[in-house]
């Protein structure tokens, strides 16, 4: 199983990314996706969720109504649509797809929002 991440980079308060992860080896559909994130000095926090094939999500408070979470099942990939973005969301971003016994991570991208 891999999970490769993209989309991360240095913006400007008020912008906007998306970030991705791209499965391999299992189907994303049939799991809780998940992605999290650690900013420096800090713990990983959860940031948003899609809960397997209730397909019901769920957003730390500090991103909701800016952040959506998705997920395409036939690509098998995960998406983070990040809108107006504050200094206080840099972080590593990190995908994450569990279930069924099974925890698996992407390797970590980062996300910079600085003026």
């Known amino acids: 199983v891999q999970l490769v991440e993209s989309g991360g980079g240095l913006v400007q308060p008020g912008d906007s990314l998306r970030l991705s992860c791209a499965a391999s080896?299992?189907?994303?559909?049939?799991?809780?996706t998940t992605w999290y994130r650690q900013a420096p000095g800090k713990e990983r926090e959860l940031v948003a969720i899609?809960?397997?094939?209730?397909?019901?999500?769920d957003y730390a408070d500090s991103v909701k109504t800016r952040f959506t979470i998705s997920r395409d099942n036939e690509k098998n990939t995960m998406y983070l649509q990040m809108n107006s973005l504050k200094p206080e969301d840099t972080a590593v971003y990190y995908c994450?797809?569990?279930?069924?016994?099974?925890?698996?991570w992407g390797q970590g991208i980062q996300v910079t929002v600085s003026s």
């Open positions: 899609i809960r397997s094939y209730h397909v019901s999500t």
């Open positions: 080896g299992l189907t994303i559909g049939k799991y809780i």
């Open positions: 994450n797809i569990a279930g069924y016994g099974d925890d698996y």
